[in-house]
């Protein structure tokens, strides 16, 4: 389950008990944390030590990640969505991996697993433009699968903004797929967390 990036905001939420579950809509509460993980930033390497949470109807428990990361990806989703910007906009990947500071393999992974989901990826964003501003949630073709999808992304993206604040795009991606952007699991990408 991807949260806001804010942990103190996050912890009072689910103490407050205004957190809901994402399987059954119940209120979650607090259940200790998840397991600690090392995420790749920008800034250099960044400890997590995720909050669990644990549902009071369905007895569920889910570890709340913050929106800065992706299921199963231990780069921060910035740099995921930067290579994947670049890329769409014509840089090779390993030009990117070696400005990123990222290893090759890792960037091609990113670039096919998004170029695989393309047109998932552009539904799902679309749909989320169109609920968060229905005035004007309209996604113009942008002449590829990858570039479409992108043009949903930022669409997707603004119409958050609008309803919300500001917030930094791919963030955004991560909160609306559910962390599901690249993952093997398309199940995410056909749900959607609106
Ligand atoms: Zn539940």
Not at 72 to 76: K, Q, Y
Not at 182 to 185: A, H, K, Q, T, Y
């Given at each position: 389950m991807i949260v806001c990036a804010e942990e103190a905001r996050v912890e009072a939420e689910l103490v407050d008990g205004l957190l809901a579950c994402p399987s059954c809509r119940e209120v979650l509460g607090p259940r200790g944390h998840g397991r600690e993980r090392v995420l790749r930033c920008r800034s250099g390497d960044r400890l997590l030590v995720p909050r669990r949470a644990r549902c009071r109807g369905c007895a569920g428990t889910h570890v709340l990640l913050p929106e800065v990361v992706l299921l199963?990806?231990?780069?921060?989703v910035a740099v995921i969505g930067e290579a994947i910007e670049a890329n769409v906009a014509g840089e090779g990947h390993r030009s990117i991996a070696s400005r990123l500071g990222v290893p090759a393999d890792t960037v091609r992974g990113w670039l096919r697993r998004f170029v695989g989901r393309a047109e998932l990826i552009r539904a799902l964003f679309t749909r989320c433009a169109v609920a968060l501003d229905p005035m004007h949630g309209s996604v113009l073709p942008a002449g590829s699968g990858v570039a479409d999808a992108l043009e949903a992304v930022a669409v997707a993206g603004r119409a958050w903004v609008l309803r919300f604040g500001p917030r930094p795009v791919w963030q955004i991606v991560s909160r609306l797929s559910a962390g599901g952007l690249?993952?093997?699991?398309t199940s995410s990408l056909a749900t959607g967390a609106l």
């Open positions: 199963r990806r231990h780069d921060e690249l993952s093997r699991n």
